[in-house]
């Protein structure tokens, strides 16, 4: 559960309690016209087993708040699968585009210093990456350097003693063209993606499942354009000097819904932070979309023009009284 900035008004946090890098999201900055705009004020995220229990969760809730609430989109997904019990492995887990999904992502659990990416904490807000000053040599590669939006949004400079542990969370659904996609040749697919499609490992690396999860030739040397400088990996993480701060911690899944005019199929993104602005935000802004990223004319994220954002919106997950019991919410 989380809320958004119109959330907290709504429960009456006073503003100078509000967790300070939280805004509706800004649909046109991030350059998408999705079918629904609405933020909303409060976010479910509801996962089980099975779809009958999800919508008998969100049925309790609707009737016990009323007209108190109104629900405003909901789009569901299915966790990725192999026919192996269990659990899916990253390793297996694969997006319907058919690549796996999920390699390089933040591990909170397993490292301190993801962790401090994914948590807010109020006496770490001073650690944040600044905006990127104008006449710095390119560190991607060389040639002209990059240039960015002029009004990024810069990062926060405080945040309220209560948020600490509480972490920001994207949610951005979209469609996949996938008869598009399934049209283009293989090498064209890993092209865009940036990764061999079947052993996953870095398209500047051995086409070999021994390389999932080594890091990709372009980290050490930038020069190295194999991986297009276009690739979706290399466009949401271009693994510059400093670019390591700006990871999410990803917790997507394949977007699958039944319509009368047939499947629709893409990608629940869902994204955790301890920022919105130095992470998902600029990520998206500074380096997707950005035409002049990582120098001028690189084009966009070449992975967007197969996409169609549906809704989606930015939220903030209060801090837990206690950490095993996922019920019990601090909000001041
Ligand atoms: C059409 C929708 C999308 C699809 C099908 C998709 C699929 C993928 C795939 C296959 C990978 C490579 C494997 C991996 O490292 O997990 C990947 C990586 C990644 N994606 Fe996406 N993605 C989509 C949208 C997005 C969006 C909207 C964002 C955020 C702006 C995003 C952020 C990332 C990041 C940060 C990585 C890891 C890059 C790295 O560290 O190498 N993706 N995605």
Redesign the pocket.
């Known amino acids: 559960m989380g809320f958004s900035k119109s959330g907290y008004e709504a429960l009456g946090v006073p503003a100078e309690e509000h967790p300070a890098d939280l805004r509706p999201i800004p649909w046109d900055q991030l350059g998408d016209i999705p079918a629904k705009r609405d933020n909303g004020d409060l976010i479910l995220q509801i996962c089980s087993d099975s779809v009958y229990i999800n919508e008998h969760v969100l049925r309790r809730i609707e009737e016990e708040l009323g007209d108190r609430l109104r629900v405003v989109w909901t789009v569901s997904g299915a966790q990725r699968y192999t026919t192996r019990a269990g659990r899916t492995s990253k390793e297996e887990g694969r ?1 319907l ?1 058919g ?7 933040l591990r909170p659990r397993n490292s301190k210093e993801d962790e401090k990416l994914v948590f807010v904490d109020s006496e770490r807000v001073g650690e944040y990456p600044q905006l990127p000053q104008p006449g710095m040599p390119n560190p991607y590669g060389g040639g002209a350097e990059p240039i960015f939006p002029s009004d990024l949004q810069p990062p926060p400079a405080r945040e309220s003693k209560w948020t600490k542990q509480a972490t920001y969370m994207v949610v ?1 659904a ?1 469609l ?1 063209d996938t008869p598009r996609w399934d049209r283009e040749q293989m090498d064209s697919q890993e092209h865009i ?1 940036g ?1 061999f499609k079947v052993s996953g490992a870095s398209l500047d690396l051995a086409d070999d499942p021994e390389m999932l999860h080594q890091e990709p030739a372009f980290a050490g040397n930038p020069a190295n354009e194999r991986v297009s400088i276009a690739a ?2 290399r466009k ?2 271009p693994r510059g000097p400093g670019d390591e701060q700006r ?2 911690f ?1 917790r997507g899944y394949p977007l699958v819904q039944a319509t009368t005019d047939g499947l629709q199929r ?2 629940v ?1 869902i994204c955790f932070a301890r920022t919105i602005s130095t992470q ?1 935000e600029f ?2 802004r500074a380096w ?1 979309n950005n035409e002049n990223f990582p120098r001028p004319g690189s084009g966009k994220d070449l ?1 967007r023009s ?2 169609t954002v549906l809704c989606g919106g930015y939220f903030f997950v209060p801090p837990l009284e206690t950490r095993n019991r996922p019920w019990t919410w601090m909000v001041p």
Request: overall charge positive; aromatic content about 12%.
């Open positions: 997006a585009i690549f796996l999904d999920g390699t390089s992502n951005r979209s996949i993606v990764r979706h990996v949401t993480n990871r999410v990803r893409g990608i993104f998902f990520m998206t997707t992975l197969f996409e």
